[in-house]
């Protein structure tokens, strides 16, 4: 499967890990379907997953007049999974994790959460590029 679907399947199990209160393995599991294991989308859930408390400090720390909280459920974690693909995978340049996210954000959230999402990935993106 191509990053992009990866991406989404990565979303749509976060997704349910969150609002769903699903198990992580379970919810892998689920999205992954008859699909044979993908290695990147592997990484991309399991250490959004792993590391959620400290990406969500870096969003709420990039947010302005805004809570993590008060976020749609699927803007918020849309964010985690790009911010985790900034910080912690190398090979993918900032760019197109914000690109990425903020295409997958027209597929999934509503009207404005493209906007929302480019505006907040680009703060984090300066904070980390330092």
């Not at 914000?98 to 680009?122: Q, T, W, Y």
Request: aromatic share 8%; no cysteine.
């Amino acid at each position: 499967m191509n990053r992009r679907t990866s991406r989404e399947k990565a979303l749509q199990a976060v997704f349910q890990v969150d609002v769903g209160k699903s198990d992580p393995e379970n919810a892998y599991r689920h999205v992954l379907g008859k699909d044979s294991d993908d290695v990147f989308l592997k990484k991309l859930f399991f250490g959004t997953v792993e590391h959620l408390h400290e990406l969500d400090q870096i969003i709420t720390d990039h947010l302005e007049n805004w809570s993590l909280d008060r976020l749609a459920n699927v803007d918020r974690n849309l964010l985690r999974i790009a911010v985790y693909e900034m910080k912690y995978m190398e090979d993918v340049p900032y760019t197109v994790s914000i690109n990425e996210a903020v295409e997958i954000a027209k597929r999934f959230g509503d009207e404005k959460s493209s906007r929302f999402i480019n505006g907040v990935l680009a703060k984090v993106m300066e904070t980390l590029g330092k």
